[in-house]
């Protein structure tokens, strides 16, 4: 039986949520994860461990120059080592990802045109892992060197403004010059920040498949398997429906996997050409070149403001870098736009081309590093204006977008600021290089957070069968975020049915269509399409008991209505299923959407070393209905963790001769490990928002990074009285 189907597009509010029944309980609960019991016993396959007959093994090879042409590739060099099958070269068919957008690059007659150094230029097929990386490192590749641009600050000169219709947004109201001059007191700083990895614990890795018909499946760790399909299809030259990408487990992603990377291109080419399937995974170092990173800033600061503490300037003027030609910039000021009022206005962004990785998107993007130049100067100014820097935010909080006049959906500012202030213990902060315990300096600081909300279009299926189980499928993926467990408790608690008999089919694009996990969107699109599709079926529900959709309880697998009760199953026949599709709307326009939040960090300096210990951190969000109280604050987590990598040790280093990654494993590239991370708290606001989606509830994973970085700079000037604007404050920087 062909499914229902039901499709809202956010033109209006949803004042009514089926959610706030609260009849099964299950919605919001600290549900632990539902894929939880097979990621631990090893029963969660990821991309590269599919059990695929006649597999061969791919390892991929990058250049060994930063800038030039690839001249030759004498690939009968190793043909013959042993176990080897095939060299493949003909990588002239490579799209180049950029975010989340991609362009074909022209064909060159075999000539392979090198950007950036470890760039991926063949894969060499064999018989084992072993063989296939023993052959890929004695590859002779014969390169012609030019010239290229590897040193940021010898290049910033030449920065282009964007292209007309490339994101990010640009702002410029009333004059800022101006009002800078006319200021009683004024701030002027700059910020840089470094480049940045992604880091996923699972590298990159692709098997592809090609089957009978002509058609391709590739098992992949991608965050958006239905446009991720369309691009790969693009790049090999096939229809959209001939690609199925299956993405059921991801082990981490924060936007290095939003678009194709280059081994799935190179297994599927690979595969085609050996007539076998291939599987290619990265090394650690590869995923360091040859995927994305987050571009470096600079960033000019200028906030004026009035003796009371009134901001009557805001200016954040930014330099990022990409390859020459990319149209992704670092949109550096996207939290600037809107979170505080201010007449006059001024936010740009720039690119210095260079021949350094790729840039494209990490973890929220923008407002990552955006919110380190912004927040320090809030602290800055506020110091200047002897003022509380709470104070100084709470007085320039607003309900109306600055920039475009129109309301926030939800927004809880102040609310999340008052909050923390009173969990946290602000009115114990002393001022600047006062507070000492043994050797140590001892500070607080804090920074706002804001991250905007979006609603992807995206939907899902969901059946119910006559055993009274449903089943949830879309091709929504689950990056380790939660997806498997919020969708479940959705469907269980509009449907009546306990969360264990619900199952879950994610990741394949055999499966309806969706958004996927990008941009803090997943939970809202995703979780809305299920909705949808259980409001669906619950009114079939309801026909079947010959009753008002209003008058039906649905409990425990057990469909109630006046005085009788019977349970679900028998009430489907041999199975009911919707479709539930959701697409955003006039909401869009009509209202800025955005979840808001306030980080709090307390730090210690030591006084002989420089050395930083983060002591405890707080962060306080307002993010639309919490869907699962454990996993948003995992999330959370998640992201305060990322701001003290930033804050303290994450620094991508390009060699200024050829940009080769000085740093490029995680021995070298520090992330923040158990011993740097402290106690860490996180609590929510109660919000609900009803122009986001019916659900309610708004982004939460990219919030969590929003402003944690800048909390802790921000304290550590407090602790020692010493203000880094060259991010990451390593030790030296403070002595
Ligand atoms: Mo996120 S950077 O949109 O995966």
């Not at 029963?43 to 007959?53: C, F, L």
């Not at 909050?419 to 009115?427: N, S």
């Not at 990008?518 to 599709?533: D, H, K, M, Q």
Request: aromatic share 6%.
């Amino acid at each position: 039986m062909d499914p229902f189907t039901n499709s809202l597009t956010m033109d209006k509010p949803c004042p009514q949520s089926l959610l706030d029944t609260g009849v099964q309980g299950s919605i919001s609960r600290p549900f632990d994860r539902v894929d939880g019991p097979k990621k631990v016993s090893g029963k969660a396959t990821y991309a590269a461990e599919y059990d695929v007959p006649d597999l061969a093994y791919g390892f991929l090879v990058g250049s060994r120059i930063g800038a030039g042409r690839v001249v030759s590739i004498d690939a009968d060099a190793v043909r013959s080592l042993p176990g080897v099958i095939d060299v493949v070269t003909d990588f002239d068919r490579f799209i180049r990802v950029a975010g989340q957008g991609g362009e074909t690059e022209a064909p060159t007659q075999g000539v392979k045109t090198i950007t950036s150094r470890g760039e991926i230029i063949a894969i060499v097929v064999a018989e084992t892992y072993e063989a296939a990386r023993d052959a890929a490192l004695q590859l002779p590749v014969n390169y012609e060197r030019e010239g290229g641009a590897f040193d940021f600050a010898a290049h910033r000169n030449e920065a282009n403004a964007p292209p007309d219709g490339v994101t990010p947004a640009h702002a410029s109201q009333g004059d800022i010059e101006k009002a800078m001059a006319e200021a009683d007191v004024s701030i002027d700083v700059t910020y840089v920040t470094p480049s940045q990895n992604s880091a996923a614990m699972e590298p990159h890795a692709s098997i592809a498949v090609w089957e009978q018909d002509g058609s391709l499946t590739l098992y992949g760790a991608y965050q958006m398997p239905t446009s991720d399909a369309s691009q790969l299809a693009d790049a090999l030259g096939l229809p959209s429906e001939k690609v199925r990408i299956i993405s059921r487990y991801i082990g981490g992603g924060f936007g290095s996997k939003l678009g194709i990377a280059p081994e799935s291109v190179a297994a599927a080419i690979a595969a085609k050409q050996i007539g076998r399937p291939v599987k290619a995974v990265m090394a650690r170092q590869q995923v360091f070149e040859a995927t994305v990173r987050r571009s470096n800033t600079e960033q000019r600061l200028r906030l004026a403001a009035t003796a009371d503490g009134t901001l009557t300037a805001i200016g954040h003027e930014s330099l990022v870098s990409n390859q020459p030609g990319e149209d992704f910039f670092e949109p550096v000021g996207i939290g600037t736009h809107m979170i505080y009022a201010a007449e006059n206005r001024l936010i740009t962004h720039e690119q210095v081309p260079l021949n350094f990785v790729l840039s494209g998107s990490m973890r929220a993007p923008g407002e990552a590093v955006g919110m380190v130049g912004l927040e320090c100067a809030m602290d800055e100014l506020a110091e200047q204006l002897g003022m509380d820097p709470i104070e100084l935010r709470r007085i320039n909080d607003t309900s109306i977008d600055p920039e475009k006049g129109v309301p926030f959906s939800s927004r809880c500012l102040t609310g999340a600021l008052d909050e923390g202030a009173r969990r946290f213990g602000w009115d114990r902060r002393q001022a600047p290089a006062s507070r000492r315990d043994g050797e140590w300096w001892i500070g607080m600081g804090m920074a706002s957070s804001v991250r905007g909300n979006m609603l992807m279009e995206s939907s899902a299926k969901v059946e119910i069968h006559p055993d009274g189980s449903a089943t949830v499928s879309s091709a929504m993926t689950d990056i380790g975020t939660g997806s498997y467990t919020i969708l479940a408790q959705i469907a269980s608690e509009i449907l009546g049915i306990p969360v264990w008999q619900i199952s879950l089919s994610l990741g394949d694009t055999n499966d309806p269509p969706a958004a996927g996990s990008g941009g803090s969107w997943g939970a809202g699109s995703s979780g809305s399409a299920v909705y949808l599709a259980c409001e669906t079926l619950r009114e079939k529900l309801a026909t079947a008991m010959g009753v008002e959709t209003s008058a039906l309880t649905l409990k425990d697998g057990q469909a109630i209505a006046a005085n009788r009760s019977q349970p679900i199953g028998e009430l489907v026949g041999e199975g009911i299923a919707a479709v539930g599709k959701i697409k955003p709307g006039k909401q869009e326009e009509e209202t800025t959407q955005a979840s808001f939040g306030a980080h709090f960090a307390e730090v210690a300096v030591n006084s002989v070393t420089g050395e930083v210990r983060v002591r405890r951190m707080l962060g306080v969000f307002a993010a639309g209905r919490v869907l699962n109280a454990k996993t948003a604050r995992s999330q959370c987590l998640g992201g305060m963790t990322f701001g003290i990598g930033t804050a303290l040790t994450e620094e991508l280093v390009h060699d200024r001769r050829d940009g080769k990654l000085v740093n490029r494993d995680l021995a070298e590239y520090h992330i923040p490990v158990n011993a740097d991370v402290p106690q860490l708290d996180v609590h929510f606001l109660r919000e609900r928002d009803i122009h986001a989606n019916p659900i309610h509830a708004k982004g939460i994973g990219e919030l969590g990074i929003s402003g944690a970085a800048p909390a802790i700079a921000n304290a550590i000037y407090n602790a020692c009285g010493i203000r880094v604007r060259d991010f990451p404050i390593t030790l030296d920087k403070l002595l």
